[in-house]
């Protein structure tokens, strides 16, 4: 093989018939007679044999009664028919192919021959094609003869081969292909109005979405930044509430004698007093002298602020006096108010 035609192929295909291929899928898509399309949308037609009437539609037998087309199937005796197994790449430009075939093998004049094809088997390699040839002026005095028609456009003309039907071309199957073609049109219509529509409404779901979520990154900003003002927040007062607490530590640990001193001035009566005093956290150190010193240490314990009262000294009675010298030990409770 030239280079040149090298260079046009892929995995073995002529990428220089890759757009002919492309149209011939989408025509057998919706011209062919096994077409699912074709199926759907084609118009039913009542075909009149020699052994009564059959409704058909895309070719195949049809369940439909009525129809406002029809044809004639032509009696053997005027059709020349041919099965042909032609390679599969002919079927791109199998039109052509079967016109010089017809033209070749057709034993009426070229204006005179009218003819029908339909493929019915599609393998590998092959395609297996029926062939109907006719002679239109011969089919026209039958039709003329046997059902009054005398214009070839007033119906159908069809072909029995080997059971299956061919439609012949050049007579009335150009006004249900018409309207084939205008129902194909109107199905294209739909579903690219249906396309258009299910385009809107994901775009306005897009939209709608897109404004969410620009909304929800407005309110996600905004709470990032009340959070972090809060974290601020949250981190100030933990450094107060350290402070507080180092306050609380040395409050504790120093605590105001003047309120342990306004305390025992209304506990302790006028002719008692205290020569010493020293406070250390919730331990107070008492030295005084009192006339009764155990009713002084009864009278300290019965405070509800005070946890204990001891003695660490006995108590001893002062020379030349009536009075007792007392020494006691303080411990006030945790948590009292200052």
């Known amino acids: 093989m030239p280079e040149s035609s090298q260079n046009w192929e892929l995995f073995g295909y ?60 032509l009696p053997e005796d005027l059709v020349l028919t041919k099965t042909l197994d032609l390679p599969r790449a002919v079927e791109i430009d199998l039109a052509a192919a079967l016109a010089l075939e017809v033209n070749a093998a057709s034993p009426f004049s070229a204006d005179d021959t009218g003819y029908g094809w339909r493929i019915v088997a599609r393998g590998e390699s092959q395609i297996t094609v029926l062939l109907a040839m006719l002679s239109k002026s011969a089919a026209m005095a039958y039709l003329g003869r046997h059902y009054d028609i005398h214009d070839a456009q007033q119906q159908e003309v069809w072909a029995k081969v080997d059971a299956e039907m061919v439609v012949v071309e050049g007579f009335g199957e150009a006004r249900r292909e018409s309207s084939y073609r205008k129902r194909l049109i109107r199905a294209a219509t ?25 909304r929800v990154q407005k309110m996600a900003a905004s709470t990032e930044r009340e959070s972090s003002d809060a974290a601020r927040l949250r981190a100030s007062l933990g450094v107060s509430n350290g402070i507080i607490a180092g306050v609380n530590k040395v409050v504790l640990a120093y605590p105001n004698p003047h309120i342990e001193l ?75 108010v200052q």
């Not at 002719?271 to 009764?292: D, K, P």
């Open 14 to 73: 002529d990428m220089r018939n890759v757009g002919r291929h492309w149209v011939d899928a989408w025509r057998d898509l919706l011209w062919a007679n096994d077409s699912p399309v074709r199926l759907h949308l084609d118009d039913a037609v009542v075909v009149q044999a020699e052994d009564g009437q059959t409704c058909y539609q895309a070719g195949m037998p049809s369940d439909v009664k009525e129809s406002d087309y029809a044809a004639i199937v």
């Open 190 to 214: 739909m579903m690219v109005l249906a396309g258009l529509v299910l385009l809107a409404m994901v775009g306005t779901a897009a939209t709608l979405k897109a404004w969410e979520l620009q």
């Open 262 to 336: 306004s305390r025992l001035t209304h506990l302790l009566k006028d002719e008692e007093f205290v020569n010493s005093f020293s406070m250390q956290g919730l331990e107070i150190e008492l030295v005084g002298r009192a006339a009764n010193a155990a009713s002084v240490m009864e009278r300290l314990t019965d405070e509800s602020d005070y946890a204990e009262v001891t003695a660490p000294r006995a108590i001893t009675r002062v020379q030349n006096s009536q009075a007792e010298q007392f020494y006691l030990s303080i411990r006030r409770r945790e948590g009292v």
